[in-house]
Each structure stands twice: as C-alpha cells, then as structure tokens.
C-alpha cells in the first residue's frame, strides 16, 4: 500500500514525505524580526523534531548574514510542554526574560502564546512570533 508521511517530524523514516521549507520559514522569521529594527534574538524549539531543527538553521543562517545571533532554548520531546507545563513554562518565561532586550523571539508552536506574553507582562521587551499549522488555528 502507498504511503506518504506528512508529519515533518522525522526524514529517516524510509517513507515518501512531503514537508514544508522549514529552513525558508525560518528565514522569514528572521526577516521579519530584522524588519522592525530588532538586535536581539531568541529562537524557542525542539532538539530532534526535523521541522523544528530546520526552521533553527534558517532562522540562525539568516541572522548570521546580517552579523547578528540568537540565543537558543530546545526542549527534547515534542510534547514536553503537555507532559509537564508545570515545570516547562518557568523555564521557557526565565529563559525570554534573560535575553537581551528589547528581543524577538521565534517560538514552537505548542507554546500557550497568550499565556506568556502575560506572565511576561507589555513592558518586558519580547516580541514573540510563533509559525503554526494553519489546520490548528482556530
């Protein structure tokens, strides 16, 4: 039977895939941060998962060819945040809250956005830009 994996999750799986140009999304993430006159940056995703791995090295590459850099927070699994957001948000808001400010920042898309721009508060300098599935936006 034909197969065709549509998850972005992995490239090893020894299946037909159709994936979306994370490195390009990545890019324009970038771009869209440089645009608006942003120097810091922060990039928020997941250490194995591919789509995340190549919105990184885009978002990163891009950076590097205007001189600037991000920092990085990855958490391993992709359901770290639903298995334990207790313990997961703390480290996610300590992490924005030490960057470089003001900063923009590319966040996973499992993240509550509202939530921590919140906890954040309106004065805390981090715009956050998260790139999501269209068929999870409701």
Avoid at 57 to 64: A, I, K, Q, R, Y
Wanted: avoid cysteine.
């Amino acid at each position: 039977m034909p197969f065709v994996d549509l998850s972005d999750r992995k490239n090893d799986r020894g299946f037909y895939s159709l994936q979306s140009d994370n490195r390009a999304i990545g890019k324009m993430a970038a771009e869209y941060f440089i645009a608006r006159g942003f120097a810091h940056f922060g990039f928020s995703g997941f250490e194995h998962e591919m789509w995340s791995i190549g919105r990184r090295e885009g978002f990163v590459d891009e950076l590097s060819v205007h001189g600037l850099e991000a920092e990085i927070f990855e958490s391993q699994m992709l359901n770290f945040e639903a298995d334990d957001p207790v313990r997961f948000l703390p480290l996610l808001l300590k992490w924005l809250q030490a960057l470089p400010k003001p900063a923009g920042s590319n966040q996973r898309g499992q993240v509550s956005l509202l939530s921590i721009q919140w906890q954040l508060n309106q004065r805390s300098q981090v715009s956050l830009l998260s790139i999501q599935w269209q068929s999870s936006i409701k």
